[in-house]
């Protein structure tokens, strides 16, 4: 691919992040740390600031502890692998992450799976910029809505989202979203965890 490498750190294989130090990613151009395989955030404080997409794992992100800060032109954290059902997910088990998102917070093509952790995400600018006016002077999209936020057909700001299905099992939730706080084209299982959501839509 001839754009690649596009993040300030990138890897065509598994990329694990460990240890007790601290790593401050700014990324000026696309993404700020991406995989192509794998991407696994074990510990340490992680802060990421991208005009893109901030953490990315085409197969899967994992997050099992650390502090984690996110600032991104698009998503905060996502998988892309849409071409295999067994890869594209993500899954959050521990830790304190703190998103701020242009677009989706978390966003995975097969499936989220949260069990615990203290997870903060402000995406799309929050719910006080949605409406249900169909022409809104403070629309940071510009033109015309249809009804609520999520007719916005170029670009999706939900907090979680999944195409196929979200499990939240524990952790700590606050999402504040300009569209749908939490999003699956297929399910959602919800056993436990303290969950408070703020939408626009």
Known sequence: ??????????SHDDLTINGSGSL????????????????RLVSGTVTVTAVNDAI??????????????VDAGGDGVQSSND??????FVWIEGGVLDITSALDGIQAETCIVVSGG?????SGGGSATGSTETDRPGNPWGGKQEGNASSQSAVS???????????????????????????ANGSITIGGGVIEVSSGD
Not at 168 to 181: K, M, Q
């Open 1 to 10: 691919d001839a754009t690649e490498p596009n993040a300030a750190i990138f």
């Open 24 to 39: 401050t990613v700014i990324a000026n151009y696309d993404n700020g740390i991406q995989s192509k395989d794998d991407l």
């Open 56 to 69: 990315k794992g085409k197969d899967s992100v994992a997050i099992r502890d650390g502090i984690i800060t």
């Open 83 to 88: 071409a295999d059902a067994s890869n594209g």
């Open 118 to 122: 203290a997870i903060t995400i402000v």
């Open 157 to 183: 700001t939900k907090g979680l989202k999944s195409r196929v299905d979200i499990t939240i099992t524990g952790g700590v939730i606050a999402i504040d979203s300009f569209d749908d706080a939490i999003h």
